[in-house]
T-cell receptor
């Protein structure tokens, strides 16, 4: 079964620091990749997605992610975090042939101090 | 406004008392799914539905039932709740893409926090 690993359980940063959250998946075939964000007390929202094409994708609020096929990775980055980025971040993978389930990682909690 | 609506948002119940969590979406999405979110475990899929009258099990279906009689509604039924079903539940929906598969761009409801005593 496919799995998604997020390397960091909890990341603590100061405002203006750079962010990189790791995500690796196990499926060897073609996949669609996503990052979702869950702000405190809210539901999950799509942050960015990769289906095909340019492996560097840009999402909302200055986030970007890079798909590295050889490493089965889809790491999330932001050059300068803000206090409002405090949230839980979930990487998710879907086998685009099956398309029945989005497999989520266990999530990374980001705490940004002002 | 496009949204996925879940009810109730909060519920405390006792073991064995049947309950239903409703989910409704107004985006005409074919695909709907239920997830549970538990600390340290992330989101795990309970059931999903590709369209009306088409449902299938996810990763953790035990103790749950679903139905999809109408496109907009996808209720989650706990016939005999147990304490291990205490969790935060999310309903989600998405369009079906041209390839006939879920696009993966899920719209989530606000969540239903269930406590089973």
């Amino acid at each position: 079964a496919q799995s998604v690993s997020q390397h960091n359980h909890h990341v603590i940063l100061s405002e203006a620091a750079s962010l990189e959250l790791g995500c690796n998946y196990s499926y060897g075939g073609t996949v669609n990749l996503f990052w979702y964000v869950q702000y405190p007390g809210q539901h999950l929202q799509l942050l960015l997605k990769y289906f095909s094409g340019d492996p560097l994708v840009k999402g909302i609020k200055g986030f970007e992610a890079e798909f590295i096929k050889s490493k089965f990775s889809f790491n999330l980055r932001k050059p300068s975090v803000q206090w409002s980025d405090t949230a839980e971040y979930f990487c998710a993978v879907m086998e685009n042939q099956a398309g029945t389930a989005l497999i989520f990682g266990k999530g990374t909690t980001l705490s940004v101090s002002s | 406004e496009a949204q996925v609506t879940q009810n109730p948002r909060y519920l405390i119940t006792v073991t064995g008392k049947k309950l239903t969590v409703t989910c409704s979406q107004n985006m005409n999405h074919e695909y709907m799914s239920w997830y549970r979110q538990d600390p340290g475990l992330g989101l795990r899929q309970i059931y999903y539905s590709m369209n009306v009258e088409v449902t299938d099990k996810g990763d953790v279906p035990e103790g749950y039932k679903v139905s999809r009689k109408e496109k907009r509604n996808f209720p989650l039924i706990l016939e005999s709740p147990s304490p291990n079903q205490t969790s935060l539940y999310f309903c989600a929906s998405s369009k079906i893409g041209l390839a006939g598969s879920n696009t993966g761009e899920l719209f989530f409801g606000e969540g239903s926090r269930l406590t089973v005593l």
